[in-house]
């Protein structure tokens, strides 16, 4: 590539923001180079795995020894990696980093990057979350409020598909829908009895998740989800939302996007004249060359933490610890959502019923704590959801059970009975002291300093942990669930994969990173649109906040430049 030549605009990273950064640019007519330091993964081509079932791997879809050892951090989680979406996880042995307490770092680097194994749960935040910072008297308040943000999440709802349902609620602003999956029976019976039995406002109702159920024709070249649940391999149908099936796709479509795989940006160029960055410096994974690309604008959707280590790592004789970081703002206020807080029951009855295929979706328990004088809670800020399924058991449910012959075999073809699994999602308040800085002696095998994560629970959190395991057991009682079984796993900050904060958004330019646009203070022509910028969780996933910010900035950088005012 010609390094001499000046590019529109550079996007570093491809994750959902990324994807959707290097589309609204390219729609914008900006010539757009995307830099992403994993290898290339090609929609379809690429999914090695996607049609296979456990029986079609080895060890029953399980890592081997070896494997784990690889991924010894990305285990953590639980769910993944498999073997069936290994490919779609970094190898912690390559891409180390340090701890200081303890930090779950779940990673892929890879084109797309997590856009292919995300959970696909897709929430508005509403203004109660966008002013709980003002209200609560935490440092950095967000500067825009919900109507800012709803015309742009309202464009790429209807560009991509999210399916659900509408409950007008004050804490769960509406979507633009596609037609919701439904309930099975027993979450249809949970749904009523926690109507019918709690006065608070709490209720059940089915996931919104970015899967189309639909056909229509904005959504050509893809087809509705098929009920696989194989998402994570990869979707050969581009039934859910992924930076491969729908937002590159779209950019090549303007032919002004180059994609350039394996370039690890590591630092932002910039000139104390003009106070504006002018690039970035990569370095070849694969062979280690060094290179510069010059850009008008730069986006920064590398992942929150990646994001970050790029704008430490950008330090000149003007900035000397990081870019725009003269106030020591950037890598504070780190954050994540509690998980690993979970309960399960059995249903009773119900055995005359069943479901048909593996829905990619689950049933929904939004905010209901501290919303109003009934819903009042002491002891912690914030709130918590709920998100889970109710299935039926399967054969293996009587491998223990002392049969033989024909008794066996007709067991074995008979369906266990129904259970139900929740998992608490709770809210993580933004403390300066939870940070993340760059290792003054550990290296990767690049030369580059390794991230150091400094983060711990604190009181706020284990309060409204516990809170969270005992209002799921009680609704469990109440409905008359049985062997309600509540669970709590030991882990860090991290694990439940939304990483956030450590650039964050802000009026004051001494607390904060961005303004209200998404550029960083002082340096207009740096936009942070990933999770790095958010000054405050919410209970809900993130991702699509995250893309409805990076559409506004988009359109924000697309106009400034024809303005001039980066030229």
Not at 99 to 120: M, P
Not at 136 to 150: K, T
Not at 293 to 304: G, Q, R, T
Not at 461 to 484: C, L, P, Q
Request: with cysteine; glycine share 8%; aromatic share 10%.
């Amino acid at each position: 590539m010609n390094q001499n030549k000046q590019f529109d605009a550079i996007v570093v990273g491809m994750p959902v923001s990324g994807g959707w950064a290097a589309k609204e640019l390219c729609d914008k007519g900006l010539e757009t180079l995307v830099l992403e330091r994993g290898r290339m993964v090609e929609h379809i081509e690429d999914y090695p795995t996607m049609h296979n079932d456990p029986w079609n791997q080895p060890y029953k879809g399980q890592l081997s020894v070896e494997e784990k050892k690889q991924q010894h951090i990305q285990t953590r989680v639980g769910w993944a990696p498999q073997a069936d979406n290994k490919y779609f996880f970094v190898n912690d042995l390559d891409h180390p980093y340090a701890e200081k307490k303890r930090f779950d770092w779940i990673r892929g680097y890879h084109v797309r990057g997590r856009s292919l194994t995300w959970g696909r749960q897709s929430y508005r935040l509403s203004d109660i979350d966008f002013e709980a910072n003002k209200r609560e008297n935490i440092d950095v308040g967000w500067p825009v409020r919900y109507a800012d943000i709803s015309p742009w999440y309202d464009k790429i709802e209807e560009y991509f598909g999210v399916s659900g349902q509408n409950l007008e609620l004050k804490q769960l602003p509406d979507v633009k829908f596609q037609p919701p999956m439904a309930l099975n029976c027993v979450e249809e019976d949970f749904q009523r009895k926690t109507f019918e039995k709690f006065e608070d406002g709490r209720l059940i109702t089915i996931g919104r998740t970015a899967n189309i159920t639909a056909p229509t024709f904005e959504f050509e070249g893809r087809g509705v989800c098929q009920n696989k649940n194989r998402c994570s391999m990869g979707c050969p149908f581009g039934g859910h939302f992924s930076s491969n099936s729908v937002a590159l796709p779209a950019a090549e479509r303007t032919a002004n996007m180059t994609l350039r795989p394996n370039s690890i940006v590591h630092e932002i160029l910039y000139d104390a004249t003009t106070k504006k960055a002018t690039g970035v410096r990569v370095i070849d994974a694969e062979t280690n060359e060094k290179t510069e690309f010059k850009a008008k604008v730069i986006f920064l959707c590398a992942s929150a933490m990646a994001s970050v280590m790029i704008l430490l790592q950008s330090k000149s004789e003007h900035f000397p610890n990081g870019l725009r970081n003269n106030s020591d703002a950037l890598g504070r206020g780190i954050m994540d959502h509690h998980y690993k807080l979970d309960a399960t029951a059995k249903a009773d009855g119900f055995l005359n019923k069943y479901y048909k295929g593996r829905r990619a979706n689950g049933c929904y328990i939004p905010r209901f704590v501290k919303l109003d004088k009934k819903t009042k809670r002491e002891g912690y800020l914030r709130d918590f959801g709920y998100q889970g399924t109710a299935n039926r058991g399967d054969w293996s449910e009587s491998v223990a059970e002392i049969r033989y012959g024909k008794a066996l075999k007709d067991e074995l073809l008979k369906p266990g009975s129904w259970q139900i699994g929740v998992t608490g999602f709770g809210e993580f308040l933004p403390y300066d002291d939870n940070r993340v800085t760059l290792s003054e002696t550990k290296k990767d095998k690049w030369g580059l300093p390794r991230l150091e994560f400094d983060m711990e629970f604190k009181e706020n959190a284990y309060n409204i942990r516990k809170d969270i395991k005992t209002e799921i057991v009680s609704m469990f009682k109440t409905v008359r669930f049985m062997g309600v079984q509540p669970y709590e796993e030991s882990s860090g900050p991290s694990l439940g994969i939304y990483e956030m904060g450590g650039a964050r958004m802000g009026h004051n330019a001494k607390t904060s990173m961005v303004n209200k646009k998404n550029q960083l203070h002082a340096v207009p022509n740096v936009y942070v649109t990933d999770g790095a910028f958010m000054s405050s969780t919410s209970c809900v996933n993130p991702s699509l906040t995250y893309m409805a910010f990076t559409a506004r900035a988009a359109n924000n950088a697309a106009e400034q430049l024809k303005k001039g005012h980066f030229a």
